[in-house]
């Protein structure tokens, strides 16, 4: 049985990439067919994801426990196939953006694909305010793979050295963020970005490894780690409500995509590096580095010019601007 979980495990974990580039991908079509506000639309995806990452665990602990796990387990593929046909019954498909139709012949795929990542590398060089949010997202992604899969785990059996706490203070966090990102989909078009991405990286980065560092009472200890979740909730809409409005159509999926793998090649960096961290200096020490680290990223809005731009309007571009698939060209002549 342990092959087929590990084969089932790299299967699940290879699609998530696309599968997240596509979810990207079709939100503004959404977001449009209901007449919301890009901010208004993310708030309420992130706010869902949150939802179903607070209820997800317990309703899993429940069905196990009455069904059993493989039972459950074909539960979550059910609901998984529930979601697919939603998607394409509710979803409209409309026409292709420019450029993005398939490819016949021999090494065609493989020559379409280089396109494709020529093309999202040369708008990502482009764009200096979208090329600041992606590295950033990077950075920020492996120290949150520190923070979840290392350190957040060891603080709850080497400090808190209670399940319970533990899980309190994980949807501490969780709610905290959940009600972020329902209050930037409700004001965050009246807010400046810029403010919003150094006050949010502020909360999840060096006050939360401050609060867990300086290691309170559970009863201040789980409001202020709430406080530190609205960070959670903001940031994420607001990446995605930047990328929507500067990113053209046309190379949505290249650059998303892009951002996508890279975002999700930082976590395992991350939870690598944190090993040795927390192993030579121990889970306070550890949380404060880390800290320090996400205080300098924190910074970076501040530091910058390019950040200012975010609360510009961005400048006009055709749904299908053609100069990011003059790259494409250059790969595969015959598109």
Known sequence: ALPVLVVLAFVVGAARGPAETARQVLLPAAVERASVTVEAGTGAVEAARRIGLM????????????????RTLCTDVG????????????????????????????????????ADLRAGWAYLGGDRPVRAVATVLLVTNALDGALNGVLYPAYGTQVLRSSG??????????AGALLG????????????????????????GAVRCATLAVGPP????????ALTGLGSGVLAPLMMSVAYERVPEAVRGRVFGMLTACALAATPLGMLAAGPLLDGWGVTRALVATGVVYLG??????????????????????PHDDRYERDREVCHPSL
Do not use: H, N
């Open 55 to 70: 209820t997800g665990a317990p309703l899993a602990g429940l069905l196990i426990a009455v069904m059993g796990p493989v």
């Open 79 to 114: 609901a998984a196939l529930l979601c697919c046909v939603l998607v394409v019954a509710l979803l409209p498909s409309g026409p292709r953006p420019a450029g993005q139709d398939g490819r016949d012949g021999p090494g065609g795929a493989v020559a379409s694909y280089l």
């Open 165 to 174: 706490l533990f899980g309190a203070m994980v949807t501490a966090i969780g």
């Open 181 to 204: 990102a329902a209050v930037y989909g409700r004001i965050g078009r009246r807010l400046p970005r810029r403010a919003l991405f150094v006050g949010g990286f502020l909360l999840v």
């Open 218 to 225: 559970p009863w201040a200890l789980l409001p202020l780690l």
């Open 297 to 318: 990223v924190t910074m970076a809005p501040l530091v910058f010019p390019v950040w200012r731009e975010l609360d510009a309007p961005p400048s006009p571009r055709a």
